[in-house]
T-cell receptor
Framework: GQQLNQSPQSMFIQEGEDVSMNCTSSSIFNTWLWYKQEPGEGPVLLIALYKAGELTSNGRLTAQFGITRKDSFLNISASIPSDVGIYFC?????????????FGKGTKLSVKP | NAGVTQTPKFQVLKTGQSMTLQCAQDMNHNSMYWYRQDPGMGLRLIYYSASEGTTDKGEVPNGYNVSRLNKREFSLRLESAAPSQTSVYFCASPEGGSGSFGYTFGSGTRLTVV
């Protein structure tokens, strides 16, 4: 089946540093989504991208939908301790089967104050 | 998380026992999903229901059954629990019908099978 390769698997950074993570796929997606999961909670949607080349920001977060439609990037600027969590990318193709949201394996972010 | 409620939050089962995980959404969405999350594996789809009265297998359906009781509720049943089913289970429902605006997840059920 379809798979997403998300990297890095984990990051340990100092407060104030910028963070970059990405997802790649062998398949094309219509939509890319980025989620954050905090301990003991379900994933929460951060950013949704709908068009190849689209660049979207949500506060200190910026995400891009790759031109090839096979990749996406998430950047976090000036990290703070509450950015700690696991970040997941997800690719979606709609219009066919309903069960078609594919998740990456996550990037675990640790921020040292 | 707002809109999707899961119960219980924690459960410990002995091998061979059965249990049902409950999920309810108050967003009037047609679709509902069950995922499991294991360390380093991301979220994998177990079963989904595109609408009331329909269910379909996802990526990892073996050992599970589901029931779409009505539009609000979608339950996941383990008939004979195995240690390999130790995991965190999430129920989700998509925004915007097709999910193009993302999925809303419940807060999860942490299941341990001993």
């Amino acid at each position: 089946g379809q798979q997403l390769n998300q990297s890095p698997q984990s990051m340990f950074i100092q407060e104030g540093e910028d963070v970059s993570m990405n997802c790649t796929s062998s398949s094309i997606f219509n939509t890319w989504l980025w989620y954050k999961q905090e301990p003991g909670e379900g994933p929460v949607l951060l950013i949704a991208l709908y068009k190849a080349g689209e660049l979207t920001s949500n506060g200190r977060l910026t995400a891009q939908f790759g031109i090839t439609r096979k990749d996406s990037f998430l950047n976090i600027s000036a990290s703070i301790p509450s950015d700690v969590g696991i970040y997941f990318c997800a690719g979606l193709n709609y219009g066919g089967s309903q069960g078609n949201l594919i998740f990456g394996k996550g990037t675990k972010l640790s921020v040292k104050p | 998380n707002a809109g999707v409620t899961q119960t219980p939050k924690f459960q410990v089962l002995k091998t061979g026992q059965s249990m049902t995980l409950q999920c309810a959404q108050d967003m009037n969405h047609n679709s509902m999903y069950w995922y499991r999350q294991d360390p380093g594996m991301g979220l994998r789809l177990i079963y989904y229901s595109a609408s009331e009265g329909t269910t379909d297998k996802g990526e990892v359906p073996n050992g599970y059954n589901v029931s779409r009781l009505n539009k609000r509720e979608f339950s996941l049943r383990l008939e004979s629990a195995a240690p390999s089913q130790t995991s965190v289970y999430f129920c989700a429902s998509p925004e915007g019908g097709s999910g193009s605006f993302g999925y809303t997840f419940g807060s999860g059920t942490r299941l341990t099978v001993v």
